[in-house]
């Protein structure tokens, strides 16, 4: 009898909320199913919950659909182990893990390493999956200090329109943004957007992974902490990662002459540990970057310059396109906003909409409310 209520107590310790509604089903007495049940969180949570009872002991760095390869802690050895996905972990073709997770090991019968469950996220950098029969999310890297944005000033040449998704991506995720400006060595002048940037407060980083410039400062950045390198394909963020730690052996392939773009020459997202405690993700290049929560509405506070200026807009929820007293579109006329920054926003407010992330849908499947003020709050720029 009283070992029966011990086990209900303790059973209602281990819920989470909602947790009848979503996995009625997939509930159990037993605490070896109870475990497994809750690791196999949606990913409309905002984070992936591991029970307490569990100490994450590895780290990943690669993996796929069903496998992953990590790294496991108290070893000195910086041995790279493969293990099994744990089916709970994975929702329909995809893994719901991502390099930068700490995540828990367990050994089967069999001696097989399989990973069990995933730690709470402080931090993580996440899109819009690209593949649309899986979960909406897919994250690129969990626990991450500082993402790298990484642009080059020709072949490929500079583009502003990624830079914003991404600074966008940082700021949602906690992660702090750096903009590393590559391949300086090719040209005299840069380009003059980059100003735009500058004004806005934002760290930049100038580099040639030919004069070596910049790549001590990067260094200097990554010490005891994670950063991830991200960008369009060709801009040298392997060539990158390379110069910061010349012994890692990565490929990078010249871009194509005829095009100017990179060839994809990084396929997998991968975690490289460095000699000064810190740890980079190398990933691979991306024509796109999607949104997988974002409210429209949101959208004005990750533009700070946008933002200031909307609060004196006659509606509340103006969408800077066609309403009347749009204090936003006469500062864009008068100069005071980027003309580049706002057809940025348009366009991705547009994409936004298109990808069927309206606020209704948002409130249906209960993504909504996002508090704004708390994202303004934590607002990195100036
Ligand atoms: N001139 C010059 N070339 C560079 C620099 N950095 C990289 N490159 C060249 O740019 C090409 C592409 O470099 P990668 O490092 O493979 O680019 P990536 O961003 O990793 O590309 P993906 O893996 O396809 O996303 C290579 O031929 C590099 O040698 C640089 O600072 N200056
Ligand atoms: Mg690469
Ligand atoms: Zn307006």
């Not at 975690?271 to 004005?300: E, Q, V």
Request: net charge positive.
């Amino acid at each position: 009898m009283k070992k029966k209520k011990l086990e209900k107590s303790k059973r209602s310790e281990n819920r989470i909320k909602n947790w009848e509604n979503r996995y009625d089903e997939s509930y159990s007495k037993d605490p070896f199913r109870l475990r497994r049940a809750e690791v196999h969180l949606p990913e409309n949570l905002p984070e992936i919950y591991l029970p307490e009872t569990f100490e994450p002991n590895a780290t990943v760095v690669s993996h796929s659909k069903k496998w992953a390869f990590v790294l496991l802690d108290n070893t000195t050895e910086q041995k790279e182990i493969l293990c099994k996905i744990d089916e709970h972990l994975r929702e329909k073709d995809s893994s719901l893990i991502a390099p930068g997770d700490r995540v828990f090991i367990e050994y089967e019968e069999n001696g097989e390493p399989i990973i069990r469950g995933i730690a709470e996220r402080k931090s993580k950098l996440s899109r819009l999956s690209v593949d649309r029969e899986g979960p909406p999310e897919q994250v690129i890297s969990a626990n991450v200090d500082i993402l790298f944005i990484v642009a080059s000033v020709k072949q490929p040449p500079f583009k502003a329109g990624l830079i914003d998704r991404f600074l966008i991506v940082a700021e949602n995720g906690n992660v702090e943004p750096v903009i590393v400006i590559n391949k300086i060595d090719i040209v005299d002048t840069l380009p003059e957007e980059i100003n735009i940037y500058k004004n806005l407060g934002l760290k930049i980083v100038y580099t040639s992974c030919i004069t070596k410039q910049g790549i001590e400062e990067l260094v200097d950045l990554l010490q005891n902490k994670v950063g991830v390198l991200a960008g369009h394909s060709g801009v040298g963020k392997t060539s990158l990662l390379k110069c910061i730690c010349p012994e890692i052996n990565a490929l990078t392939l010249e871009i194509s002459q005829k095009t100017e773009k990179g060839r994809h020459a990084t396929t997998n997202t991968h975690l490289y540990c460095l000699p000064n405690g810190g740890k980079l993700i190398d990933t691979p290049g991306i024509r796109s970057l999607g949104f997988w929560d974002m409210d429209p509405r949101s959208l004005d506070y990750y533009f700070p310059e946008i933002s200031k200026f909307a609060e004196m807009c006659r509606f509340n929820d103006c969408s800077h396109i066609h309403e009347p007293d749009c204090e936003v579109r006469k500062a864009v006329k008068f100069g005071n906003i980027p003309i580049i920054r706002y057809e940025s926003y348009l366009r991705i407010r547009k994409s936004i909409e298109q990808d069927g992330i309206t606020p209704g849908r948002l409130r249906k499947e209960n993504i909504l409310p996002k508090d704004l003020s708390y994202i303004k709050k934590r607002n990195r720029f100036k």
